[in-house]
């Protein structure tokens, strides 16, 4: 494959433009809001995109996170297609229309902000997956936001104790200033006590896979994760997957990971979590670094995924046929 450059890519800062831009230009559509900041001190957003965005409406909400590893740099293109996608459909294509009008749906765009301009600074990608927080004690820097989540935290073998490794999940959940920052915006969404987000998807590459939880035991179910649970994240992970061509699958049959974002999601906030493994499918695809001509092409191939787990949102367990 041809070699990518950072220029390829959208930076922190141009992102941010991007997000502006459609504010400005769908004010009744798209709001933007400072969520935290990262170690660094840059701001950490989150898009809200629903019809009539500025009144908090007692409808299903979705999220999706991008960009906890530094490199992934085609994650944060996924947010911008979405973004894009959502708000030119809104009046147009009915089925945008219908979703904007009964869902809520909020875009984080760049989880590690830090991280990512750290990758590409330098004009040259350094290969980065961590935050940029110091550890003390040590010279390494950074943590592995997704081994840093507060559910069965460095319990199984999925993660890191050591600070040089590209898998530290850090000195306590939480520990990273970004990790708290989401997991504090995803508690703010419990209104009335009950969460509103109901489904997710951790946008990372690559493998082209869609992944559900648990990640850190092999087993399908475990506390917190009946059957029907486990048959509702099968049944929509592979209608996603059939629209996209990715392989879905348990997240622990890739790999245990201990501490990720899915586990979490689900076992402390019951919103059923994906994490999409973006293209390629290998390494030979150009690995992170893709080249920017399979940009369009790469974030499109996820908008009917997005869709279905749009529509799917406000009850999931009709897809093993279990409407409450
Ligand atoms: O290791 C990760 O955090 C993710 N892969 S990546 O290459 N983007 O770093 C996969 C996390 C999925 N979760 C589990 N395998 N449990
Ligand atoms: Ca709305
Ligand atoms: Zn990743």
């Not at 006590?193 to 690559?206: K, L, P, R, S, V």
């Not at 990640?215 to 994760?225: E, F």
């Not at 059939?242 to 201990?258: H, R, V």
């Not at 191939?301 to 009709?318: G, Q």
């Amino acid at each position: 494959v041809q070699a990518a450059a950072p220029s390829d890519y959208h930076t922190y800062e141009s992102m941010r433009a991007v997000v502006d831009a459609a504010v400005a230009r769908h004010p009744d559509l798209v709001s933007s809001q400072v969520i935290g900041r990262s170690h660094e001190g840059r701001d950490i957003i989150a898009v809200k995109v629903s019809a009539d965005v500025a009144v908090d409406e007692d409808e299903p909400e979705i999220l999706f996170t991008h960009n906890q590893h530094a490199r992934e740099h085609l994650t944060v293109e996924m947010a911008l297609y979405t973004l894009e996608e959502l708000t030119s459909g809104y009046g147009s294509d009915a089925r945008i229309t219908r979703l904007l009008d009964t869902r809520e749906i909020w875009l984080i765009p760049s989880v590690n902000p830090d991280g990512k301009t750290y990758d590409t600074e330098s004009g040259a990608f350094r290969s980065w997956r961590k935050n940029r927080q110091p550890n003390a004690g040590s010279s390494a820097i950074g943590t592995d936001l997704n081994r840093n989540w507060d559910y069965m935290w460095g319990c199984c073998g999925g993660s890191s104790g050591s600070a040089s490794s590209a898998t530290y999940r850090g000195a306590a959940p939480e520990s990273g200033p970004e990790t708290r920052v989401v997991a504090d915006f995803v508690r703010s969404r419990v209104v009335g006590g009950e969460q509103q987000i109901t489904a997710h998807i951790d946008f990372h590459t690559y493998g082209e896979l869609i992944l559900w939880p648990y990640g850190y035991t092999y087993a399908d179910t475990a506390p917190g994760l009946t059957a029907d649970d486990r048959d509702a994240f099968a049944a929509v992970g592979r209608a996603m997957a059939a629209s996209n061509g990715y392989t879905p699958q348990q997240s622990s049959d890739l790999y245990i990971t201990d501490g990720s974002i899915g586990d979490w999601m689900w076992a402390e906030e019951g919103i059923f979590s994906y994490t999409f493994e973006m293209y390629p499918r290998s390494a030979s695809g150009g690995g992170f670094y893709p080249p920017g001509s399979v940009i369009d092409r790469e974030t499109a191939r996820n908008r009917e995924a997005v869709l279905i787990l749009l529509e799917n949102a406000d009850c999931m367990y009709r897809s093993i046929g279990k409407e409450a």
